[in-house]
């Protein structure tokens, strides 16, 4: 029967030499066995506090992974537009010198015709500035006549002034 205690027991059993000594040694495993259910208790809330706080970082990770996969994609998109804005950027300059080379050849196709308008509607002014000037002139003319005095009625007029 000996044999099949285990060692632990036996070292622990060399000590007791009497009913008090097997007894107080009793007690105190006894003691020791409500430690340790109360420990164990205590690991075991523990344990589930753990798991719930596990589960609840699972939860936070796939979202956390999910607002990442977000911001790829939106970071995606920004380089995309980015890179189309870039190619639109280089575009425009080229865009507004081949426009202002195709406005400055219609201007040249157009050029008699320009040239033509403007020096008819040039030449109406001045003709209407001689014609205005030449009206004016004549008008003026007639006015002057009009004040003329014969020399006998000047010299009347003078003498009579004088005296």
């Given at each position: 029967m000996k044999s099949q205690i285990p060692q632990s027991v036996l070292n622990q059993l060399k000590d007791v030499k009497t009913p008090a000594d097997l007894k107080a040694k009793i007690d105190?495993?006894?003691g020791a066995i409500q430690t340790l259910t109360k420990k164990q208790a205590?690991?075991?809330a523990q344990e589930n506090t753990l798991k719930a706080n596990i589960r609840d970082m699972t939860q936070k990770k796939k979202?956390?992974?999910?607002?990442?996969?977000g911001m790829t994609s939106g970071l995606n998109e920004m380089?995309?537009?980015v890179a189309k804005m870039q190619t639109l950027k280089e575009a425009v300059p080229t865009a507004f010198q081949q426009g202002k080379q195709n406005y400055l050849n219609e201007i040249q196709k157009r050029s008699d015709k320009i040239e033509s308008v403007y020096q008819s509607t040039l030449n109406e002014g001045f003709w209407q500035i001689y014609l205005t000037t030449s009206i004016f002139a004549a008008v003026a003319l007639l006015l002057l006549?009009?004040?003329r005095e014969?020399?006998?009625q000047s010299q009347q007029t003078e003498s009579q002034q004088v005296e």
């Open positions: 105190s495993l006894e205590q690991m075991k979202s956390l992974e999910t607002a990442i996969n380089n995309a537009t006549l009009g004040y014969k020399k006998g």
